[in-house]
């Protein structure tokens, strides 16, 4: 069966995007920005309409080098009509606020927040007074930064869960890791600009529900979970990404009297009957200085951030030197999780800019007092945490770490309605058999491409090489299928060269109606030349489940695949070495280490063996030595005053962290019960690792 190329209307009708980068200099910064925005794929409305919208102001407020760039994110019914109102509206309220203060000649860093803040309200009544658009269940989010001098100023202003952050030059004390990762440390730190307002917050939690709202998840609602809300009225933060939203059923905000509006974030532009509970449009604004060290920007809806951390995000932008391939790379990925991990996606919208340098002589404006620099407004409370560069800190894990439990049920359906070839879990796979050598150009490809999968993120160096080793070379030929929609996925792909198309079969048909593979929803080009390298069949990674997609060669090209039995093996060890790190960190005579140093002394430790009654350690000797248990069971025996205590340590205990450096002999001696495996870490491996290791040790100990 022969292929072609599709028309590429089947997918650049879903994207909108800059037909080239623009420079420009935007306040105070001389800048490359791009913008993308992709309309999601719906199988039950493949006609829907793009939600998301985005606005590029030059010459803001009249005034030459000010501009004004925002990222809205419509939702209900009439998202879209919203969204497009308040692009066009929005941006003319807040200079129009602006000029007045001109007026006034009030250039203070107050006014400004006022007039941003007066400006969102105000366009969010017009939108209520519109009699075109019905916003009483539909409405924005809207993520905004305004560029303005004097000085080399940014202001964010944040409605809703769309977000804005930044990457930064990390300082040198920073971390970041990396060792001899072919891709090296990344070289940016990602910095939120703004958080996202939802009920996970306490302050915006405690907020809705003294209107009267309930703060339930949809299964509560429905019935599936107990209805109360015990678990959204404690007095901490609720960190997305955690287990409590691993399957994507968030905390929404509930009428007292009915099952509405049930929106996940707690302000937003429109939503009128929300607003009687607390869903307003007061934006959370932040004001700062622009610093040489700060390289990229990034606006994007919620789509871009269901599934990529901030550090992802600005991970992949970092690797290219066009803002437009920024986008176009982030937005592909996101897609692609989407695809993964649902069977839709959201829209998704970026605007990338690549900040090249700052303007010299512009003079500050009027400042808020010290302690306030850069904080946001309008926190409940003033409980605004800040890191010492005046940013934000937030949570930076993805919201999501799992499919819905729709998605999987569906998923689980299509298993069952076809044959699928089993897959096999073998305990003893042998991973060497997949090792073969690579060139440093081609650790270098791999190292990029999986840089910003939060499944590689925590590896070591070590681990790593053996990620690289494992990756199998695949020549492909146009018109092979990679995957087939369905069928079991066992392997994670990344693209070296070559042009790929993901089908979906339509849920009102089925495979056999389709022998094409269902309609095209995106298009994978990888390119060395372009160092474009996408990946996709991520989640094959994690467990044995039917693939979403299918993906076909459209042209010739090569691929890099990963099994998932090897993946296991390596994270296996990853888990191992977690465990060791963790028991580390508690022992007293190391805490003078930072948090790198102490990972990279657990994945220096040895490996060693016990056979069934050996002795590992006596009791009233000293071996500087510290044990971690993997696997296995020791006996351990203390005499005292003639007395005899006994105990039995499993895997994950570990002792001997007190006889390391020689402060006290070891307290029992400990017999191997059965074949036992333990990490085993020695005094002299730490000093051979950290030389002022001592130096460090007693400064430490004299604060």
Not at 80 to 101: G, S, T, Y
Not at 685 to 696: A, H, K, M, S, V
Request: glycine share 8%; net charge negative.
């Amino acid at each position: 069966m022969a292929f072609e190329v599709p028309t590429k209307a089947q997918i650049d009708s879903r994207i909108e995007c800059s037909e080239e980068s623009e420079n420009a200099t935007l306040g105070g910064a001389k800048v490359r920005f791009a913008y993308l925005s992709q309309r999601g794929y719906y199988p039950d409305d493949p006609n829907k309409a793009n939600q998301d919208a985005f606005s590029v102001t030059h010459r803001f407020a009249s005034v030459q080098n000010d501009a004004f760039l925002a990222v809205y994110d419509g939702h209900g019914k009439h998202g879209d009509k919203c969204a497009q109102f308040c692009k066009h509206r929005l941006p003319e309220m807040v200079a129009k606020q602006i000029a007045q203060n001109k007026i006034k000649n009030d250039n203070s860093e107050t006014s400004l927040h006022q007039a941003c803040k007066h400006a969102h309200i105000n366009c969010n009544l017009t939108l209520h007074k519109n009699s075109l658009i019905d916003d009483q269940l539909s409405g924005t989010t809207s993520i905004s930064a305004y560029f303005h001098g004097p000085g080399n100023s940014i202001t964010v202003c944040n409605v809703g869960d769309s977000r804005a952050i930044m990457g930064s030059h990390r300082k040198s004390n920073d971390g970041g890791g990396g060792g001899d990762d072919p891709a090296g440390p990344s070289p940016l730190r990602a910095h939120p600009l703004s958080r996202d307002q939802t009920p996970y917050r306490k302050d915006e939690r405690q907020r809705v529900k003294k209107t009267g709202a309930r703060v339930l998840s949809l299964d509560q609602i429905e019935g599936l979970e107990p209805e109360t809300e015990a678990d959204w009225n404690n007095e901490t933060e609720i960190d997305l990404g955690e287990e409590i939203d691993e399957w994507g059923d968030p905390p929404r905000v509930w009428s007292p009297h009915g099952e509405y509006p049930g929106t996940a974030f707690t302000r937003s532009l429109g939503d009128s009957i929300a607003e009687e509970l607390g869903v307003y449009a007061e934006p959370e604004i932040m004001t700062r200085e622009l610093t040489e060290d700060d390289k990229i920007i990034v606006l994007a809806s919620d789509g871009v951030f269901e599934f990529l951390t901030n550090q992802s995000v600005i991970d992949i932008c970092a690797k290219f030197q066009d803002p437009l391939e920024a986008c176009r790379a982030v937005v592909a990925e996101a897609y692609e999780l989407w695809l993964q991990y649902e069977l839709r996606t959201d829209d998704i919208t970026i605007i990338c800019i690549f900040v090249d340098g700052l303007v010299e002589g512009r003079a500050g404006v009027e400042r808020l007092p010290s302690q306030q620099r850069g904080s946001i407004d309008s926190f409940t409370n003033g409980d605004m945490p800040e890191i010492n560069d005046g940013l934000p800190i937030m949570d930076s894990r993805p919201v999501r770490t799992l499919p819905s439990k729709e998605s999987l049920v569906t998923k689980k359906a299509r298993k069952n309605a076809a044959p699928l070839l089993e897959s096999v879990e073998d305990e003893n796979f042998d991973i060497s058999t997949l090792i073969t050598e690579k060139t440093e150009g081609e650790k270098e490809l791999i190292a990029n491409a999986i840089k910003a999968s939060v499944m590689f993120r925590n590896l070591s160096p070590e681990q790593k090489e053996l990620i690289y080793g494992c990756m199998e070379p695949l020549k492909v030929k146009a018109g092979d299928w990679v995957i087939k929609q369905g069928s079991t996925g066992e392997k994670y792909y990344i693209i070296d060269n070559g042009t790929f198309e993901v089908r979906i079969v339509p849920e009102d048909q089925t495979a056999e109606q389709r022998k094409d593979g269902g309609d095209v929803v995106h298009m994978y080009v990888g390119s060395r030349k372009d160092h474009a390298h996408p990946s996709f069949g991520e989640l094959a990674l994690m467990h044995s489940a039917p693939r979403a997609a299918s993906i076909i060669a459209v042209t010739d090209g090569q691929l890099w695949a990963l099994h998932r039995s090897a993946f296991r093996q390596v994270l296996k060890t990853r888990t191992e070495r977690k465990g060791v790190m963790r028991a580390l960190r508690k022992i007293d005579s190391l805490k003078c280490l930072t948090l790198d140093e102490v990972e990279m002394l657990a994945n220096c430790a040895e490996e060693v063996n016990f056979a069934d009654g050996e002795t590992i350690i006596t009791q009233g000797d000293f071996d500087n030595c510290f044990y971690f248990i993997v696997n296995g069971m020791c006996a351990c025996e203390r005499t005292q005053d003639d007395k005899v205590d006994t105990k039995e340590l499993g895997a994950n205990n570990y002792f001997g962290g007190k006889s390391l450096f020689g402060e006290v002999p070891h307290s029992f001696t400990a017999k191997a019960k059965t074949a036992t495996k333990c990490i085993q870490l020695s005094k002299i491996q730490i000093e051979g690792n950290i030389p002022d290791f001592l130096e460090r040790q007693e400064k430490f100990g004299q604060r």
